[in-house]
């Protein structure tokens, strides 16, 4: 495997092969499988679990990492193409990306979407523009509408739980301050539907994911079995669901203007998940990727009750990129 960037760039074999992978690595570790290797890690955004597991991922293969936040001790590194640089910026990533990727055998780059257009994020512009500076194995740790690692941990996550393939996975939109971005959700939605499973969008007006999002999850959806709808009736959603994968996100009609988003947001604030959420459906299971707001997003007594798995789902990042870097960079 040269990049992992996307799910869908792999076959629903292959991301079971991977996860076979993941879990042969938890029972028999391998602490020398990547000796000598080096992971770049970039991170344009913050983060705390991308961050911390893949250091300990390669740590614990053997490999070793380094971490750059651009701006942050390191100069700032400008990714538009064609501006006059008379900015903060101090550097361009046409030089920044190649240099990084010179001192190391991968590099895993963290660029969030700019939320402005629509169009512009979809089309991965500026993560893709990185992509291209560099012919290393790639890692995306979160672009503008994509979060494969995230989306591998999750597939891994339910099925340590023994969730069924065709079991319903019900993606809720949930209360947030502001506007999030895309990436989460898109993938979300398309890694269940590659696992095969009736997947149910739950999101208020306004907040609909991208048609070409949803467009792509029923593709992956058709060549494994599932099915993926959307609706605004959350009774409905989650009667028999075994799945509430939790996420904030922002408007997309219309998107990256916070004002309208705001006021389309300022009447949901129900839109926090509660105990009684759950009537039809006793033994759901709550996920999140986290960072999550208590009581805004969710409320504690979920967070911390039974049907919380978001603690495992983080773990799970940690064999799940394992298998990631074993299969990219074990010779
Ligand atoms: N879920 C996730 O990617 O967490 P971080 O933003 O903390 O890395």
């Not at 506007?179 to 959700?185: G, Q």
Request: glycine content about 6%; overall charge neutral.
């Amino acid at each position: 495997m040269k990049r992992f960037l996307d799910l869908n760039d792999f076959t629903r074999e292959e991301v079971l092969s991977l996860l076979e992978l993941a879990r042969r690595l938890e029972k028999q570790p391998e602490p020398r499988a990547l000796a000598g290797k080096i992971l770049g890690l970039v991170f344009f955004n913050p983060s705390l679990r991308t961050l911390a597991s893949f250091q300990v991922g390669m740590a614990r293969l053997g490999g070793t990492s380094f971490v750059i936040n651009p701006g942050q001790g390191t100069w700032q590194l400008e990714t538009r193409s064609g501006v006059t640089m008379d900015g903060v910026a101090a550097e361009h990533v046409r030089e920044g990306i190649p240099v990084l990727a010179s001192y190391c055998d991968a590099l895993g780059i963290r660029a969030f979407a700019d939320g402005k257009n629509l169009d512009e994020d979809l089309a991965e512009s500026r993560f893709s523009l990185m992509a291209q500076l560099t012919d290393k194995p790639l890692i995306n740790l979160e672009s503008a509408m994509n979060h494969p690692c995230q989306a591998l941990a999750d597939w891994k996550t339910m099925d340590d739980l023994a969730v069924p393939r065709a079991g319903r996975f019900v993606l809720s939109w949930a209360w947030h301050p502001r506007a999030l971005p895309l990436a989460v959700p898109a993938a979300a939605v398309h890694m269940a539907a590659l696992r095969g499973m009736e997947v149910v969008v739950l999101r208020p007006e306004g907040f609909a994911l991208p048609p070409a999002v949803m467009e792509r999850a029923r593709r992956a959806a058709a060549a494994s079995g599932g099915s993926v709808r959307e609706t605004t009736d959350r009774e409905e959603a989650l009667t028999g669901a075994q799945i509430l994968y939790v996420k904030e996100w922002g408007a997309t009609s219309p998107y990256g203007d916070s004002e309208a988003d705001a006021r389309l947001r300022a009447p949901l604030r129900d839109w926090c998940v509660r105990e009684d959420w759950f009537g039809g459906a006793p033994d759901c299971r709550l996920m999140h990727c986290l960072p999550v707001r208590r009581n805004t997003a969710i409320a504690d007594a979920v967070l911390d009750g039974p049907r919380s798995i978001v603690q495992r789902e983080a773990y799970n990042r940690l064999p799940a990129q394992m298998a990631v870097l074993h299969q990219m960079l074990k010779a």
